[in-house]
């Protein structure tokens, strides 16, 4: 679920740079006792951008990828020399897989597979240092149902916070509502919140390597299933890591 680098991307394309934005991340997270491989890549054009991201999880106690999570988005905009070059339609698809091991073997299991459609609404600071967007989504689960089939999500980038070169602050915030089986059988439609503010840093400038980048994450959910297999309540997991900006 990191979406947190396309408005920032999104940004520099209004700004007027077509070159794709791609990064890699690494995170360990202090809960799960789990590594995270994160791939992203943001690419704009003419008729609007194209953003993915790939989750690989590892567990520590074995040796192969335990879950595999992907998200990718198109939003249409072709106005953008219009008063409505703010506003763009959106389409993308959730979805993954996870594997589990069993004394009788291994099995899989589907993660969340979603397409959702929308629009989108881009705001920005005058230097595009400060930018959020407001995602208002029809959700289909596949496999699923929901008596609300929506989703809201938020997206911002905080550029050089607090005036300190190569300080960045982004994340999302998604809410929708699902109906979720849990343990006990019960099945009913519920609000599912997950946000995940990241805090980077980019160390390399010192180096002569603008590439590298430290900091980490905090992940907050609520009524999150995901790759932690369906909790209930609240859930608070930090993570921290690095990243390299191709």
Known sequence: MKKHYLILALALM????AEAQTNIQEMYDFNRKQMTTTLEMFKGDNWGSTFFFVDIYHKLDQLTPTDFYTEIARSLNFWNGTALKDFSLHVEWNGGCGIYN????????PVNNAWLFGAEYFFHSADFNNTL?????????????SQVPMQFTAVWGLKDLFGLKGLVFSGFADFWWENIVWSDAEKNTTTVFITEPQLWYNIGQHFN?????????????NNFTGNVG?????????AAGIKWNF
């Open 102 to 109: 069993l004394p009788i073997g291994y099995g899989g299991y």
């Open 133 to 145: 967007t407001l995602e208002a989504l029809y959700k289909n689960i596949r496999g699923g149902s």
């Open 230 to 238: 369906g909790v209930r309540g609240w859930q608070v997991n930090p």
């Open 209 to 221: 390597c603008e590439n590298l980048f430290i900091g980490g994450e905090v992940e907050i959910s």
């Open 14 to 17: 209004i700004a007027g740079l």
